[in-house]
T-cell receptor, first 111, second 110 residues
Framework: EDQVTQSPEALRLQEGESSSLNCSYT??????LFWYRQDPGKGPEFLFT???AGEEKEKERLKATLTKKESFLHITAPKPEDSATYLC????????????FGKGITLSVRP | NAGVTQTPKFRVLKTGQSMTLLCAQD?????MYWYRQDPGMGLRLIHY???????AKGEVPDGYNVSRLKKQNFLLGLESAAPSQTSVYFC?????????FGPGTRLTVL
């Protein structure tokens, strides 16, 4: 069964303390991996799409990378406003545009 | 552009009551989706549509029906609400790649 696992479930960082969030997947043909940010009481906000191993995308303090089995969301020198839940989703071959989501990682950045 | 909008934002139902959630998008997207989000469960796909007049079942379709009579609208119906349907419901739209989400509807079934 295709699965998406995110770790850790929660992460607390001090402002400026860089770290990485992990998304691992069991795959029967990956067609895309997606990262979203979700603030409390709001809908997920699209961040990145990665399609092939070795690909990297950056936006401000965030950088997403992809290997054949997992993706990392690296957060460099985080600020309190980066506090949110980060969701990973994958699209598999034959999924007809459907996404399978992980349970998310709740990031808290203390000032 | 408003993006994806959802109506209503909050709703409380009694067991057995029915209701319809409305999703609208102004991005001319072909695909639309309904998800539910529960603590510890992540986002789960209820139903989706690959174009006007089409619908298909997702991961958790039981107890829900959908219709896509117009390209910009996707309706989610609960015919006889149950407490297990208490959740936050999100609509999303896209063109087969990234999906863009609405703000959500918080539904409580008593």
């Amino acid at each position: 069964e295709d699965q998406v696992t995110q770790s850790p479930e929660a992460l607390r960082l001090q402002e400026g303390e860089s770290s990485s969030l992990n998304c691992s997947y069991t795959v029967s043909g990956l067609r895309g991996l997606f990262w979203y940010r979700q603030d409390p009481g709001k809908g997920p906000e699209f961040l990145f799409t990665l399609y092939s191993a070795g690909e990297e995308k950056e936006k401000e303090r965030l950088k997403a990378t992809l290997t054949k089995k997992e993706s990392f969301l690296h957060i460099t020198a985080p600020k309190p406003e980066d506090s949110a839940t980060y969701l990973c989703a994958v699209r598999y071959t034959g999924a007809n545009s459907k996404l399978t989501f992980g349970k998310g990682i709740t990031l808290s950045v203390r000032p | 552009n408003a993006g994806v909008t959802q109506t209503p934002k909050f709703r409380v139902l009694k067991t057995g009551q029915s209701m319809t959630l409305l999703c609208a998008q102004d991005m001319n997207h072909e695909y639309m989706y309904w998800y539910r989000q529960d603590p510890g469960m992540g986002l789960r796909l209820i139903h989706y549509s690959v174009g006007e007049g089409t619908t298909a079942k997702g991961e958790v379709p039981d107890g829900y029906n959908v219709s896509r009579l117009k390209k910009q609208n996707f309706l989610l119906g609960l015919e006889s609400a149950a407490p297990s349907q208490t959740s936050v419901y999100f609509c999303a739209s896209g063109n087969g790649d990234e999906q863009f989400f609405g703000p959500g509807t918080r539904l409580t079934v008593l």
